[in-house]
C-alpha cells in the first residue's frame, strides 16, 4: 500500500489523567465542562462508493461528545472524547455497534522566556466507514486527503494513535533552544486488504538559536526519526539530519534565511540494508509589502531512495478591503526527471450575509514508502446567514492523485449544501445533502448520493 501520510493520534490514559487534573486549575481560570448529544438519520446508495454498487444505506446515528478545558494566565489545558451508536441497516441486513471513538488531549505552560506543550489524539474507526473529503479539513479549513483512506477496500478496524511534546527555552533572549519528541502510527485489526499494514513512526529534533545582534541570527538543529511497516518486506528506516542556517534582516522590509545540512537514510527489509546521503538546504526571501508579502523560496532535499529534489516557490500574499488573497507558484524536479509544475491559491471574500472561500493546491512528493504522489486538491465553501437563527452552506471539495510508476490515478468530487436553524436557544437542527464521484483507473467510477437529518444541544457548565 501507499505511505500513509499519518495524523497524530494518542494514548487513551492520558485522558484519565485530564479529567484528574482539571480542577486543580479552577481557582485561577474556571473549568468549563460540556456534553453533546446529537441525534441523526441518514440515507444514502453506495456510500462506501464500491464497484458495482454497494445498495442502499440507512442509518440512525447517537452521537455522545464531552469535553472539558482550564485556561489560566500561565497554563491551558483541554480533554475531548466522542463516539456514535450507530443502528445501520444495509442491503437488507442490519448491524448496531459505538463507532468512530475519538480521544484528545492538549496541555500548554507559558512562563517568561519559555513554553512547553504537549498533544496526543486517538481514534478508532472501520475501513469501510463512510469517507468523504470534508473528513480531511483541518481547523484552518485547509484540505489534506489520504488517499490510502479514500480507496482502502475490504473490512477491519484502523487505529490512529500518537503524541508530541515540546520545549522551548529562551525566548527573547539571545540564546534560544527548542527539543521535541513525537510518535504517530497506525494499527489495523481483522482487515482482508492485505495491503493495509501497520506502521508507526517516532522521532526526536533538537535546535538552538544565538541572535549575534538584532537584526542577524544563527541556528543548528538535529532531528533523528524510526519508521516501521509491518508490511511483507518489513520495512524499518532511520533518518538522520543535521543542519545550519543564518536569519538576517536585511532591512526593516526584507529578511533573508539560509540553511545547509547533511542526512542521512538507512532502509533494513528482508533483501538486505541500504544507506543513502546526500547534502540538503534551503533559503527564502521575504519582503514585506503596505497590504501583504513578497515570498521566494528554494530547496533541496533527499528522497528515501537518495534522489535529490528540488524545488522553487514565488507567492504572493495581500490583504483586500473584504478579505485576503495568497497564491503560490513553482516547480520540482527529481534529479534526472522533468520538472513539474506546483501551486498554490487561498481566496477569502467576506460579504454582508456570508463568506465565499476557495483553495486550491498542487503539490508533489514522495512518502514513507518511497512511493511518489502528485496531487491537485482544491475545495470551494460558501456560508450564507439568512438571519439571526439560520443560515445555509454549500461545498465543492476536489482531489485528485494522478497517475505515477507507484499509483493508479484517482479522482473524486464531493458537492455538498446544508441548512441549519437554531430551534430555541439550546436545541439546533440541521439537514444537508451530498453527491459524490470515485473515479479510480482499474477499478471504475462510482457514485452516490446522500440525505440526512440531525438535532443536537451542547450543556455547558462553568466552575
Request: glycine share 10%; net charge negative.
Amino acid at each position: 500500500m501507499a505511505g500513509k501520510k499519518l495524523r497524530l493520534g494518542a494514548a487513551g490514559t492520558l485522558g484519565a489523567l485530564c479529567v484528574y487534573a482539571a480542577p486543580a486549575f479552577a481557582q485561577d481560570g474556571g473549568v468549563q465542562t460540556t456534553f453533546g448529544i446529537s441525534q441523526s438519520l441518514d440515507y444514502g446508495r453506495n456510500v462506501t462508493l464500491d464497484v458495482p454498487s454497494a445498495g442502499d444505506y440507512a442509518a440512525a446515528v447517537t452521537g455522545l461528545s464531552f469535553a472539558t478545558s482550564s485556561e489560566t494566565r500561565i497554563q491551558s489545558l483541554s480533554f475531548g472524547a466522542s463516539a456514535d451508536l450507530q443502528v445501520a441497516r444495509t442491503d437488507g441486513e442490519t448491524e448496531s455497534d459505538f463507532t468512530s471513538p475519538l480521544l484528545s488531549l492538549s496541555y500548554g505552560r507559558q512562563a517568561a522566556t519559555s513554553t512547553f506543550d504537549v498533544s496526543a489524539t486517538y481514534q478508532q474507526r472501520e475501513v469501510d466507514d463512510v469517507v468523504s473529503l470534508s473528513d480531511f479539513i483541518d481547523d484552518d479549513g485547509v484540505l489534506d486527503p489520504d488517499f490510502d483512506d479514500l480507496t482502502s477496500t475490504g473490512t477491519g478496524r484502523q487505529t490512529n494513535y500518537g503524541a508530541d511534546a515540546a520545549i522551548v527555552l529562551g525566548i527573547d533572549r539571545p540564546l534560544g533552544f527548542e527539543f521535541g519528541l513525537g510518535v504517530s502510527g497506525v494499527d489495523y485489526e481483522d482487515t482482508t486488504d492485505e495491503d493495509l499494514t501497520d506502521q508507526e513512526t517516532r522521532s526526536a529534533r533538537a535546535s538552538a538559536r544565538f541572535d549575534l545582534t538584532e537584526t542577524f541570527s544563527t541556528n543548528v538543529s538535529l532531528s533523528y526519526s524510526e519508521f516501521e511497516d509491518d508490511d511483507v518486506d518489513e520495512t524499518e528506516r532511520v533518518t538522520q539530519n543535521i543542519s545550519t542556517g543564518v536569519v538576517y534582516e536585511v532591512s526593516p522590509r526584507a529578511t533573508v534565511a539560509a540553511s545547509v545540512g547533511q542526512t542521512e537514510i538507512e532502509t533494513t527489509d528482508i533483501g538486505g540494508t541500504t544507506e543513502v546521503d546526500g547534502v540538503t538546504g534551503a533559503a527564502s526571501l521575504s519582503y514585506s509589502m503596505p497590504n501583504g508579502a513578497i515570498t521566494a523560496s528554494y530547496a533541496a532535499d533527499l528522497d528515501i531512495d537518495g534522489t535529490r529534489r528540488q524545488s522553487v516557490r514565488l507567492g504572493r500574499s495581500m490583504d483586500l478591503p473584504v478579505g485576503a488573497l495568497s497564491y503560490s507558484i513553482g516547480a520540482s524536479q527529481a534529479e534526472g526527471g522533468d520538472a513539474d509544475l506546483i501551486g498554490s491559491v487561498d481566496w477569502t471574500q467576506d460579504l454582508p450575509t456570508g463568506q465565499i472561500r476557495a483553495q486550491v493546491d498542487r503539490l508533489i512528493g514522495v512518502d514513507d514508502e518511497d512511493e511518489t504522489f502528485v496531487e491537485t486538491v482544491a475545495n470551494v465553501t460558501y456560508a450564507y446567514q439568512i438571519n439571526r437563527v439560520s443560515g445555509l452552506s454549500l461545498g465543492l471539495a476536489y482531489a485528485l492523485e494522478e497517475e505515477t510508476t507507484d499509483s493508479a490515478r484517482v479522482e473524486q468530487t464531493d458537492l455538498s449544501a446544508s441548512y441549519s436553524r437554531a430551534l430555541t436557544e439550546d436545541w439546533d437542527f440541521t439537514t444537508g445533502v451530498g453527491y459524490r464521484v470515485r473515479d479510480e483507473d482499474g477499478v471504475g467510477t462510482a457514485k452516490s448520493p446522500t440525505i440526512s437529518l440531525s438535532i443536537g444541544r451542547e450543556f455547558t457548565a462553568i466552575r
